[in-house]
């Protein structure tokens, strides 16, 4: 059983800053990868960024420069730092990792419950 917990969702004015972490939890061997995608009304689920468990990372356009991904594999962590935040950037923002469990040898998809970001204008 792996869980995934995000937190640091919430109302912010356009041009603030917001912090998401996510915290995975369970029968982890191993992560491969971790990341952020995010979801706004009558959309699809977009990518944000990821990072892999050497640190590289991958942002999408619309966000490069103002987010930044960093990852504490320690504690099994993803961290998404958004600063200059924009009312475009409202969506339910969704952590995901790439990992393997303990007992099964090949990597699986997981995701957490989502969390809030609101973005005024």
């Known amino acids: 059983q792996v869980q995934l917990v995000e937190s640091g969702g919430g109302l912010v004015q356009a041009g603030g800053s917001l912090r998401l972490s996510c915290a995975a939890s369970?029968?982890?061997?191993?992560?491969?990868?971790m990341g952020w995608y995010r979801q706004a009304p009558g959309t699809q689920r977009d990518l944000v960024a990821t990072?892999?468990?050497?640190?590289?990372?991958n942002y999408v356009d619309s966000v490069k420069g103002r987010f930044a991904i960093s990852r504490d594999n320690a504690k099994n962590t993803v961290y998404l730092q958004m600063n200059s935040l924009k009312p475009e950037d409202t969506a339910v923002y969704y952590c995901?990792?790439?990992?393997?469990?303990?007992?099964?040898?090949?990597?699986?998809?997981?995701w957490g419950q989502g969390t809030q970001v609101t973005v005024s204008s």
């Open positions: 990072i892999t468990s050497g640190a590289s990372t």
């Open positions: 369970g029968s982890i061997f191993s992560i491969e990868s």
């Open positions: 995901f990792a790439i990992l393997v469990t303990k007992g099964k040898p090949w990597p699986g998809n997981y």
